[in-house]
């Protein structure tokens, strides 16, 4: 049933300085709504609690892509239309440019916000697998001040994260650090566009001659959380691609892999069949790098 919409206020502070202040003053009252893309289709099936929210669309002050050093800074309130149109982005992460891409519809991606996305926590969700094999870090700000973290520290389960409730995101900072590295990612839904997960893998390497020096890998909808698969990352580190060891290698990094899986059964899919397609991901990857 749809959400009653004059039980809700929403407010829109017209500063980042009184949107937290007022987090501060009030915590856990209010909602921060950016682009609303999630939220709204909370209200619309009567699943909105928070009765308070407070916008954020409008703050400028988290809406920028800006180099900084050696690394990429994305402010909280860039939509993903910023980033699916963004040159270094394209250029140097095209993984991002890609999940950006399939985020929801042209509509969507004008109003969804990469803050909004890492927020709303959902273990199906397009960019975080690819934050996490980008080795981003994530910065969070408050009335008290700044923190920043690794993104592989933000999740700690289905829709929780460590985000406090006067906190808001600020930024996701990334290095710059992979054009020697070759790049994946591949999303398996129901449709090509428009629908979400049922399992999605990117993953990053280096390869030294016919060995891998260095890979990393993150999924979406394979635990209750966008996760890195450390297991299946530690079974490849070095291991061969040379065509007498290939086999094996594959055989031994699905078997890495099985052991962390642990999908759901849900209206999208089943637990073994996320299974099994997140092991055929990876050995595409793995065969991908050796063309």
């Given at each position: ?32 709504i950016?682009g ?39 402010g ?8 699916r ?7 140097h ?5 890609q999940?950006?891409?399939w ?15 890492i ?8 960019n ?7 080795e ?30 006067d ?6 900072t ?17 449709r ?6 049922k ?6 390497a280096?390869?030294?001659?016919e060995r ?8 979406a ?18 291991a ?10 594959i055989k ?11 999908p ?8 073994r069949y996320?299974?099994?397609?997140a ?13």
């Amino acid at each position: 049933m749809r959400s009653d919409v004059t039980l809700y206020e929403l407010t829109a502070p017209p500063t980042l300085a009184a949107v937290l202040d007022k987090l501060a003053a009030e915590p856990g009252k209010h909602t921060p709504i950016a682009g609303g893309t999630e939220l709204m289709v909370a209200l619309g099936v009567g699943r909105l609690q928070a009765q308070s929210l407070l916008s954020l669309q409008h703050l400028t002050e988290l809406r920028f892509i800006r180099q900084e050093g050696d690394a990429l800074v994305l402010g909280a309130n860039t939509t993903f239309t910023d980033i699916r149109k963004n040159a270094l982005i394209a250029e140097h992460l095209p993984l991002l440019a890609q999940s950006a891409s399939w985020t929801g519809a042209i509509a969507n991606q004008n109003r969804g916000t990469l803050g909004g996305n890492i927020v709303n926590a959902s273990p199906a969700a397009d960019n975080p697998p690819v934050l996490l094999v980008y080795e981003a870090t994530i910065t969070l700000v408050s009335a008290k001040g700044t923190r920043t973290l690794p993104y592989s520290e933000f999740h700690l389960g289905y829709k929780k994260t460590v985000l406090q409730p006067d906190e808001l995101v600020h930024s996701v900072t990334i290095p710059l650090a992979y054009d020697e590295h070759r790049q994946y990612i591949r999303k398996v839904g129901t449709r090509n566009a428009l629908a979400i997960s049922k399992i999605a893998l990117a993953g990053i390497a280096k390869l030294d001659g016919e060995r891998i020096a260095e890979i990393r890998l993150g999924a979406a909808s394979l635990t209750d959380r966008p996760v890195r698969c450390a297991a299946a990352e530690a079974a490849l580190n070095g291991a061969s691609l040379a065509a007498e060891d290939l086999e094996a290698t594959i055989k031994v990094a699905r078997a890495a892999l099985a052991t962390e899986a642990k999908p759901i059964d849900d209206i999208r899919s089943t637990a073994r069949y996320r299974s099994a397609v997140a092991e055929n991901l990876l050995e595409e990857f793995l065969r991908e790098l050796v063309d």
